[in-house]
């Protein structure tokens, strides 16, 4: 019988993962082959020129840009702050004269004769590769960064805003099916990853926003209730650099929707183990999604995978519906008929059966499901 395969997301208890951390432009690798790192150490690091101001001396000082030079009062290379003098006229007779103040803390780049520029030099700004997951250096990246080797637990998400996160795991919702309110989230999960069971609410996000929390995993999310978190549509391909002071993760997708069980036990089995998210989540070609992962210290190796090789489907494989009118729904492959059937469209398609957690077995469309991979 022919195999088939469909994309899926990981959901592992037992992970070798490399992750590869590296500046945007060259810079200075902080650490050798072999170092052991934690989440917070800095991997490479790399220094970015500051913004240049515009200050428009010769105009201010009523004086050709010709005669700019002898009036300045910091020379090209000198430091300058805000607010201090940087240029004063000759005035009248030795009176009346006129003084500019720099509006910016820097460095003085240019004096221009013929435009009467003066442009001023921000200080540089560090840019950190922090290793985010702790692990050890098993590759150095030259002028770049490393990657890091690590044993975890991973869980992939649907979609995700925010950047990288790192806190304890804090189980708010008891079961996968129960929401997420704001009188689950507790004053002592601050700086924690809260983990909820299925939508999480606008205003449990917004508690955890008010409690500092690092982040919130939950199954669901109303679209509408992100709009109203961020401020703004998203209407990009990949997402991450929102600054919204909390990273969100919803493990099925949009709408009232149930976490995964396997997902939720997984992740209720490490309550209190320190976890590192990202929220970062692209859709188009190269696709990223949001990941938790939980750092297993001491851990022995994971064995090798003994079930279908990634992506395939097979009798027994965990899959999520991703389509209605079944979407969100999780279950087992129970059957993979060989011939096309006839869809409720009338156009025919290879189909699967599901097996499914809640019960019940329904046939849809293979393009219709998402493998969950272990």
Do not use: W
Not at 179 to 188: C, G, Q, S, V
Not at 248 to 271: C, N, S
Not at 297 to 319: H, K, N, R, S
């Amino acid at each position: 019988m022919a195999k088939a395969y469909t994309p899926g997301l990981k959901v592992s208890a037992h992970s070798v993962l490399r992750v590869r951390r590296a500046l945007p432009t060259q810079g200075e690798v902080r650490v050798a082959l072999g170092d052991r790192v934690q989440g917070g150490t800095v991997v490479a690091q790399t220094f970015l020129e500051g913004d240049v101001t515009p200050l428009k001396v010769a105009n201010l000082l009523a004086c050709q840009p010709r005669d700019l030079p002898a009036l300045m009062l910091k020379k090209v290379g000198e430091a300058i702050a805000k607010d201090e003098p940087i240029a004063r006229s000759k005035g009248v007779f030795g009176m009346m004269k006129t003084e500019v103040k720099s509006t910016a803390t820097g460095t003085v780049e240019s004096i221009s004769d013929s435009s009467g520029l003066v442009l001023i030099r921000g200080a540089q700004q560090p840019v950190q590769v922090l290793a985010h997951v702790p692990g050890r250096v098993v590759e150095v990246l030259p002028a770049e960064g490393a990657v890091i080797e690590a044993d975890a637990a991973l869980v992939q998400g649907i979609f995700g805003v925010g950047g990288e996160a790192r806190g304890p795991l804090a189980l708010a919702c008891r079961a996968a099916e129960e929401e997420l309110h704001e009188d689950l989230i507790k004053p002592e999960m601050k700086g924690c990853v809260i983990i909820g069971g299925a939508r999480m609410t606008a205003k449990a996000i917004a508690r955890a926003k008010q409690v500092g929390a690092a982040a919130v995993v939950s199954g669901g999310i109303d679209d509408a209730d992100l709009r109203d978190f961020l401020g703004f549509d998203l209407g990009v391909a990949i997402t991450g650099s929102e600054k919204c002071g909390l990273t969100l993760i919803v493990t099925e997708g949009f709408g009232d929707i149930a976490m995964a069980r396997r997902t939720f036990e997984l992740l209720a089995g490490h309550q209190g183990r320190e976890a590192c998210v990202n929220g970062a989540t692209q859709i188009r070609a190269g696709v990223m999604r949001p990941e938790i992962v939980i750092p297993l210290d001491g851990a022995p190796a994971a064995a090798a995978a003994t079930g279908p090789v990634d992506g395939e489907l097979a009798i027994g494989a965990p899959v999520r519906i991703i389509r209605d009118p079944h979407f969100g729904l999780i279950g087992k492959v129970a059957g993979l008929p060989e011939r096309p059937a006839v869809l409720d469209s009338g156009s025919k398609a290879r189909v699967l059966e599901v097996s499914l957690e809640k019960g019940g077995t329904v046939t849809v469309p293979r393009a219709n499901v998402e493998r969950i991979e272990g």
